[in-house]
């Protein structure tokens, strides 16, 4: 009884309504404790044993009880969710919901291809569907809060959670960051079919040293405003409720204790208003940054440097009010860092009714619907990318036999990727399912694994073991590839080999399957390398020899039918990379968008420019590179200067023989500015459908706005004088004018 007691006394103190959101936060603000307040701030991570009897016996279940508690994360299913929400607010002194949170990242239940993947698409409206649906399914399950998205630039593919990301470009990144916000947040935060998002992590995470992850960054202002930070302001102009801390360093400044990134730029400069939660524990582990002695001062320092709640760490519930009682830290900061998260609870609709997201038949009506599974079909289509296609080996034509070979090949783990949410194990469409479903007895499709990639547990939690040694399955191989017509051989990465803490230093394929694939090749050369995995990788040799390469990343709970579509060309790939694959290791980081230096490229024979002397200076594939089944033309490029924009228009022809889409981009180059800008830069992008033998006219307009930067004072201007215009369909392949903007 007390329950709900304790929760319609609460109504009846504050006598607000949903319009009164201001006064309603301020008078449960007014009849909380300190130790009330700090409990806010405090967010735990939960399984079911805390919602069972023994429980009760946990220590963490006493605090939930008397309101030292204010959010809950990995709790799962909406009877969980449920009982732990009621032990809340029927139990603690003023019932104030908790907030439940989630790592959501490329769908819940149905899984959606890895958002690198989906970055590769360039169609946002997909992403921000994908997004939309993740939300829709996490939330009928009881889900409110989602820590995604991860809006991280990243250059360096060695980095395993590039696979969160959209990739190494910032206005790339920024347009899906801000989808992928829309998807998630919908148009009303208390709709109960839709999720908070959080922008993280701020900032830097993706420099990570060596790309090595947790390591600290070395960013210089002026590449933090203008590459790692947009994303993230793109946010939240897009609204985000919440932001999250980084677990890195910048230049020695962990971003968990930064006034400045938080307090000044976030804070005052973007005005953002939300919550900022740590990432897992960052708050302690200032104490291992050697910025403060103990967690009570890290406590201190992650609140003045803005952070308004503890993850998982206790931190600030074990330190916060003696610090306050002993008059080191001004209550006013806790009241604010409350009256943030008091919003959140009130704007998600929890206030008003603290089971608004758990009704157990709309949970059964949306989670796993078809249309959710289809449109996870659709983003992976988009989201493959052919590499290579000599002699037009794709879409198959004219075979009586396949081989697929390769221990991913049957794999339906791998492509539900790292952080999967609640997307079961095993539970994709294998690439042979896939194929077989397609092709039916029409052809004859002969297996063998070849290998084993992993061995022992393939989880989220432990080590990876990579198989060394076992060649028993070659011989197989071998004999299925010589009798038949191609050889689908599928290769690439277990789905815990990428996400955080899977860091590689060599990104070739893991394990004996390169060793498979060149024997492969010495009995039938007509290859389709098929690749799986969470990352950009290292594949000279494979790019130097294999025939056709297409890369379909971990593509989620369709992945096999989205491939087997591509490959008998019932859709025509449209995929463009994100991020640039190295020739080698010793090239990252790499990047379309770097700066020329004093000593750029040299066509002569001398050594003294900035090269390496073993390797070309590009990509293995630039980005955005990505094959179609058709071709297309770019002409008549041109630009005229209006008073206060560029015009561009380009013409683009499709000069194949079937219908394709392009996805047309727009670079420009800043010749002269007061600091050395980018040789490119991406700056407008638009897919479209084109007939075969038909013609569009694609046109765009730059404004002076975009083509300002960040200057070494860190203010965002536009310096007038010549700009190269580029328009194209990779950055490496372009038709350039170059103009006076004034
Ligand atoms: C990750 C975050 C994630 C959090 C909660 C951390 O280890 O860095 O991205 O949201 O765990 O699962």
Redesign the pocket.
Known sequence: MKAVFGFSILLALTGCTTSNTSNRVESLLNQMTLREKIGQMNQY?VGPELTGPEGAQNDRYSQFENGEVGSA??LIGHKDIRKLQELVVEKSRLGIPLVF???VIHGYKTIFPIPLAESCSWDLQAIEKSARIAAKEAAADGQNWT??P?VDISRDPRWG?VM?GAGEDPYWGSLVAAARVRGFQGEDLSDPLTLAS?A??FAG?GFAESGKDYNSALIGRNDLRNFVLPPFKSANNANTATF?N??NDIDGVPATGNKWLVNDVLRKEWMFDGVLVS??NSVGELVNHGVVKDRAEASALALKAGTDMD??GANFIDNLEGLVLNGSLPESLIDDAVRRILHLKQNLGLLDDPYRYLDSKREQEIVMHSQHLEASLDMARKSIVLLKNENALLPLKDVSSVAVIGPLAKDKDAPIGSWRAQGKSNSAVSFHEGLVNKLGNKVQIAYAEGCKLSIGPNNFLNKLKIEQEDRSGFPGALAVAKKSDVVFMVLGEPAFMSG?ARSRSDIGLPGLQLELLQEVYKVNENIVLVLMNGRPLCIPWEEGNIPAILETWHLGSRAGDAIADVIVGDYNPSGKLTMSFPRSEGQIPIYYNYRNTGRPENDNDLVFYQHHMDVDRTPLFPFGHGLSYTTFDYSNLAVRTMDNELEITVDVANTGERQGEEVVMLYVRDKVASVSRPVLELKGVRKILVDPGGQKTVKFALTKEDLSFYNVLEEFVFEPGAFEISVGTSSTDLLTETVQFN
């Open positions: 991570s994360i990995n949170a989630h790592d820590f995604a991860m959670r969160e959080c993280k992590h995470y999250m980084s677990f990432d897992w993850m998982e955080e």
